[in-house]
T-cell receptor, first 114, second 113 residues
Framework: GNSVTQMEGPVTLSEEAFLTINCTYT??????LFWYVQYPGEGLQLLLK?????DKGSNKGFEATYRKETTSFHLEKGSVQVSDSAVYFC?????????????FGSGTQLTVLP | DADVTQTPRNRITKTGKRIMLECSQT?????MYWYRQDPGLGLRLIYY???????NKGEISDGYSVSRQAQAKFSLSLESAIPNQTALYFC????????????FGPGTRLLVL
């Protein structure tokens, strides 16, 4: 079946540090890939997405490139801020019967210290 | 005002009790979803609905039921709550053409004693 594996957290960084959160996937066919972010006390929000191989999704300084050869979609940011502290979820869009459903990774907690 | 609201935000109940979690949306989306979030497991889909007459089981529907009372309302029920249903529950909505662009409510934290 389809699955998403994320690096385990928590991740703690100082402000302005470089961020990488690893994500790899297993899927049949050609899934679309996503990163969602969950700020404390809130629901998930779509951060960025990529729908085909070699596509790069980007938003709010975050980037992720869809690598089909390594089945990866790692999230990166060049300089994190305290306000980036949140839980980040990698996800893929898969088919289940007649429906397309999101499959989420387990989430990675990021804490950025001033 | 929030586009997707959930009530209650927090709930403590006892084993065997019936409980209902409610979700309302003002986005006008046809599709609605219920997920549960457990530490280290991410989000898992419980039920989803493509419109008022279309209800589908997700990955972990056992022990749960749902009702789509209107386009804007989607309720999740635990007929007889058990402790391993203690979790954070999220409702989400999306449009048919963009199932990945889901809009989540703030969540309901449920504790079953």
């Amino acid at each position: 079946g389809n699955s998403v594996t994320q690096m385990e957290g928590p991740v703690t960084l100082s402000e302005e540090a470089f961020l990488t959160i690893n994500c790899t996937y297993t899927a049949t066919g050609y899934p679309s890939l996503f990163w969602y972010v969950q700020y404390p006390g809130e629901g998930l929000q779509l951060l960025l997405k990529a729908t085909k191989a070699d596509d790069k999704g980007s938003n709010k300084g975050f980037e992720a490139t869809y690598r089909k050869e390594t089945t990866s979609f790692h999230l990166e940011k060049g300089s994190v801020q305290v306000s980036d502290s949140a839980v980040y979820f990698c996800a893929l869009l898969s088919f289940s019967g007649s429906a397309r459903q999101l499959t989420f990774g387990s989430g990675t907690q990021l804490t950025v210290l001033p | 005002d929030a586009d997707v609201t959930q009530t209650p935000r927090n709930r403590i109940t006892k084993t065997g009790k019936r409980i209902m979690l409610e979700c309302s949306q003002t986005k006008g989306h046809d599709r609605m979803y219920w997920y549960r979030q457990d530490p280290g497991l991410g989000l898992r889909l419980i039920y989803y609905s493509f419109d008022v007459k279309d209800i589908n089981k997700g990955e972990i529907s056992d022990g749960y039921s749902v009702s789509r009372q209107a386009q804007a309302k989607f309720s999740l029920s635990l007929e007889s709550a058990i402790p391993n249903q203690t979790a954070l529950y999220f409702c989400a909505t999306s449009e048919p053409g963009t199932p990945s662009d889901q809009y989540f409510g703030p969540g309901t934290r449920l504790l079953v004693l």
